[in-house]
């Protein structure tokens, strides 16, 4: 499965972003089974989990640095997946992954096998 990851940019703090990830149909199927989700990595740091959607219930996890802030969704007929990003923080700045496990929910990085290419967003003060 080929991902698509788009929306990035330059947001001052306390804005908002909508970030996309579209899978391409053609590489392949989501799964109802399959989960997808966001991860990020900002420079100097280790990639880590932001919050994840399991594709056929539709059911979210979020980490708990961002609960209350970030939220995500899909549209499953779509191929896409959204993360709403809300009062953005300096410490949200990273390049945001989305990537697809077909194990089911994990916040382990190496639990997805498909990573999309990254979108940069970057926040100011």
């Known amino acids: 499965v080929q991902l698509q990851a788009s929306g990035g940019g330059l947001v001052q703090a306390g804005g908002s972003l909508r970030l996309s990830c579209a899978a391409s149909?053609?590489?392949?199927?989501?799964?109802?089974?399959?989960?997808m989700a966001w991860f990020r990595q900002a420079p100097g740091k280790e990639r880590e989990y932001v919050a994840a959607?399991?594709?056929?219930?539709?059911?979210?996890y979020y980490a708990d640095s961002v609960k209350g802030r970030f939220t995500i969704s899909r549209a499953s007929g779509e191929n896409t997946m959204y993360l709403q990003i809300d009062s953005l923080k300096p410490e949200d700045a990273a390049v945001y992954f989305c990537a697809l496990s077909p194990k089911g929910w994990s916040t382990v990085r190496s639990d997805y096998d498909y990573w999309g290419q990254g979108t940069l967003v970057t926040v100011s003060s």
């Open positions: 959607i399991r594709w056929g219930s539709g059911n979210t």
């Open positions: 149909p053609a590489s392949g199927r989501i799964f109802s089974s399959h989960v």
